[in-house]
C-alpha cells in the first residue's frame, strides 16, 4: 500500500525567514511523481511543486525548493524567504500509475502560518 | 480564466434533498477527477473519467453518488438523499498526459 506521512500538523515562521516541511512515503512502485500543493483559506489546492522520481536533481521553484531521497522515501519542501502569503495548508501527494488510472495519495497536510 | 471552474462554490441543502455540482475541466484535457475533502484532511479520491468514460469509482461513492462527463468535456457530481455526513468540499481536478493535476476551487456543500 502507499502511504505518505507528514509528521508535522502545524508550523509557524516569521516573515523573510525559511522553514522546511517534512514528507515521507511508503511504496513499491519504481515509477512515480511526488507533489507539494497548496491550500490557502480560500481553499483552492494549488499546485507548488514536483518531482519526478528517476530525476536525481531536486525541483525547485523560486522560493520554493525540494530535498528529494529516494532511497530515504523523504520528500522536503523548504520555503525561503517565507512571505505572509505563504500562510496555508500545505499537502504532501504522491502519485502513481495503476491500470487506466492516476492514483494521487495524499498526507493530512501541515499548518503553516507565517507571522509579521 | 482558463483554469478550471467549478460551480456552485457554496451550496446549503436540507437533508434529503437532492444537489448536483458541475466542473469544466481545462478544455483539452481528457482526464477528470472528483475528490471530497473534509476539514483537517486530505482530499479522498472519488471517481475519475478518461474523456466520457468513467473508468473508476471509489467505494467512497455509494448508490447516492452518480457522475457523468456525457461529451467528455464537463462532468457533474449529483448527490441524491443528502446526509449530514455528505457535508465536505467537493473537489474537481482534470489532467492531460503528463502528471500534472489541475484543481478548481472546488464546491463546499452543507448539510443541515
Known amino acids: 500500500a502507499q502511504t505518505v506521512t507528514q509528521s508535522q500538523p502545524e508550523m509557524s515562521v516569521q516573515e523573510a525567514e525559511t522553514v522546511t516541511l517534512s514528507c515521507t512515503y511508503d511504496?513499491?512502485?519504481?515509477?512515480?511523481?511526488l507533489f507539494w500543493y497548496k491550500q490557502p483559506p480560500s481553499r483552492q489546492m494549488i499546485l507548488v511543486i514536483r518531482q519526478e522520481a528517476y530525476k536525481q536533481q531536486n525541483a525547485t521553484e523560486n522560493r520554493f525548493s525540494v530535498n528529494f531521497q529516494k532511497a530515504a522515501k523523504s520528500f522536503s519542501l523548504k520555503i525561503s524567504d517565507s512571505q505572509l502569503g505563504d500562510t496555508a495548508m500545505y499537502f504532501c501527494?504522491?502519485?502513481?500509475?495503476?491500470?487506466?488510472?492516476?492514483?494521487?495519495?495524499w498526507g493530512l497536510g501541515t499548518s503553516l502560518a507565517v507571522n509579521p | 480564466d482558463t483554469g478550471v471552474s467549478q460551480d456552485p462554490r457554496h451550496k446549503i441543502t436540507k437533508r434529503g434533498q437532492n444537489v448536483t455540482f458541475r466542473c469544466d475541466p481545462i478544455?483539452?484535457?481528457?482526464?477528470l477527477y472528483w475528490y471530497r475533502q473534509t476539514l483537517g484532511q486530505g482530499p479522498e479520491f472519488l471517481t475519475y473519467f478518461q474523456n466520457e468514460a468513467q473508468l473508476e469509482k471509489s467505494r467512497l461513492l455509494s448508490d447516492r453518488f452518480s457522475a457523468e462527463r456525457p461529451k467528455g468535456s464537463f462532468s457533474t457530481l449529483e448527490i441524491q438523499r443528502t446526509e449530514q455526513g455528505d457535508s465536505a468540499m467537493y473537489l474537481c481536478?482534470?489532467?492531460?498526459?503528463?502528471?500534472?493535476?489541475?484543481f478548481g476551487s472546488g464546491t463546499r456543500l452543507t448539510v443541515v
Open positions: 501527494a504522491f502519485m502513481y500509475n495503476a491500470g487506466n488510472n492516476r492514483k494521487l495519495i
Open positions: 478544455s483539452e484535457h481528457n482526464r
Open positions: 481536478a482534470s489532467s492531460l498526459r503528463d502528471s500534472s493535476f489541475n
Open positions: 511504496t513499491s512502485e519504481s515509477n512515480y511523481y
